[in-house]
Each structure stands twice: as structure tokens, then as C-alpha cells.
């Protein structure tokens, strides 16, 4: 074989190289972005039209694509699902139905284990509704009856009842510090409304008021879970009276 023969072979040989590269680069990017949407249009098959939206919504909003396919892909019934998907509280409820536990802030990766309170107390108050019942000492590690004197400011996170039970005597720096800190499942609360109260002259308020305990992040899970540990105000139904309700005060969120 001759120089030039090795020459034109050589070049011949690159030139074919660069061709099937070249192909192939081309190809790609097309097969990726099939691929990327196959499993919703076989979702929108199944389960009606519009289903391919919501789940470009959900993603567009801060889901996390991956898992939201893993999840499909391993689920027994797809309906069930979405519907979850659909009627969850919040995005971060939404994580905890496709495992997304990265995202979900304020966690702890480790085994649930109880530590609240085994027995209700009752309250120096001589009054029973002003007891703490065991439903509720289980969401404490210890609790103290406690007079809050006029002008203390208590806070709460929540979209529901502006009047509820949990506050904190602390303004929350993060939604991790409500959901993993008052350890408030996702499936308990939105976090879209943020209450403040402020106990008024001449008066105190009374409260339970102690370490938060362990809760598990959803019903049969147990790693991860929500630790707790903050401090928070237990306040009896008796206390929150017409007149309680009416100092309520809606702030902006702190974040």
C-alpha cells in the first residue's frame, strides 16, 4: 500500500468517524425529549385529558420530574395518585406522596421513634376543660401550665383555623422551622397564613407550653421523620374564646 493510499484511507476513516458522531449528536437531544414525555402522554391516555398539564404545573412550580415519574412508574393505581397529587395541602405535601424527602425541609432521615407524653395533665387552674388531655400531651416531650403575662406575642403558622391550638412564642425563621421544629405534617397544613396574638392589658393567657415532640412525616411512614424539639403553646378550646379570636391579627409570612 502506497503513502498516498494510507493517506486517503486515514482521511477516509476520520471523515466517517465524524459523520457517525455527528448522527448521533443529532439524535440525541430528540430521543432525550421523547423520552422525558412519554410516560406523561401515556399518563394522559389513562387517565383523561388535562393530565399531562397538571403534571408540567406541578414541575413548572418546584416538583421534582424525576421522582414525580418514579412514583407514577411504581404505583398500583394512578388514579388514586393523582388525585392525591392534586388535593394535597401543599407543594411539600406533594413531596411526601412521591418521597421527594431532599425537598421537604426541617426533616430528620432516621426511624420515628415516640417520645411524647404517655398520660394528659391536669392544670392548676382548678378548672378541667383548662386540663391537657393525652391526645394533645402526646404532642409534647414535657408541658408546663403557664400564665403568659400582657403584652407577650405569640404566632402562628398555619391555612386553616387562625384560632387554633399550636403557637410559638418565637417568630419562625424558615417553613423547615414549622415543619420540622413544631413538627407539623405536611398533610396537616399549607403554610400559607402566618396569625400573630397578643395577650392584652390586665390580662394573662393561659397555655401549656413545653418541648415539642417527635411526629412521624406521614401515616405509616417512619424514616424520615419530623423531630421536633422547638417550644410551643398548647391553648385549651376554653380559652380561645370569642374574645381571643377577635385580637387574631393576620401578618406577612417571615419568609
Request: with cysteine; charged share 20%; proline share 7%.
Amino acid at each position: 500500500m502506497t503513502r498516498f493510499t494510507q493517506t486517503v484511507l486515514l482521511i477516509l476513516l476520520i471523515f466517517t468517524s465524524q459523520l457517525v458522531v455527528n448522527c448521533s449528536s443529532d439524535k440525541d437531544p430528540i430521543d432525550d425529549i421523547e423520552n422525558s414525555t412519554s410516560w406523561m402522554d401515556d399518563l394522559e391516555k389513562s387517565l383523561g385529558t388535562g393530565t399531562k398539564a397538571k403534571l408540567n404545573n406541578w414541575i413548572a412550580k418546584g416538583l421534582d420530574q424525576t421522582k414525580l415519574k418514579e412514583t407514577f412508574s411504581k404505583s398500583k393505581d394512578k388514579a388514586a395518585l393523582l388525585n392525591n397529587l392534586e388535593t394535597a395541602q401543599s407543594i411539600y405535601h406533594q413531596r411526601v406522596y412521591i418521597e421527594d424527602w431532599n425537598n421537604i425541609p426541617g426533616i430528620e432521615k432516621s426511624d420515628y421513634v415516640p417520645n411524647g407524653l404517655a398520660n394528659g395533665k391536669n392544670s392548676p387552674w382548678n378548672n378541667p376543660d383548662l386540663d391537657l388531655p393525652a391526645v394533645e400531651a402526646a404532642n409534647f416531650v414535657d408541658a408546663t401550665a403557664t400564665e403568659l403575662p400582657a403584652g407577650t406575642k405569640i404566632y402562628r403558622v398555619t391555612g386553616g383555623n387562625p384560632a387554633g391550638g399550636y403557637w410559638t412564642k418565637e417568630i419562625p425563621k424558615s417553613v423547615g422551622d414549622v415543619i420540622g421544629g413544631t413538627a407539623v405534617q405536611p398533610a396537616w397544613n399549607n403554610f400559607s397564613k402566618f396569625y400573630r396574638y397578643e395577650v392584652p392589658q390586665a390580662k394573662t393567657l393561659k397555655v401549656w407550653q413545653g418541648t415539642t415532640a417527635r411526629q412521624p412525616i406521614a401515616a405509616g411512614v417512619i424514616n424520615p421523620h419530623l423531630p421536633g424539639k422547638a417550644i410551643q403553646l398548647f391553648i385549651p378550646a376554653a380559652v380561645r374564646d370569642d374574645a381571643f379570636k377577635q385580637l387574631v391579627q393576620e401578618i406577612p409570612l417571615p419568609w
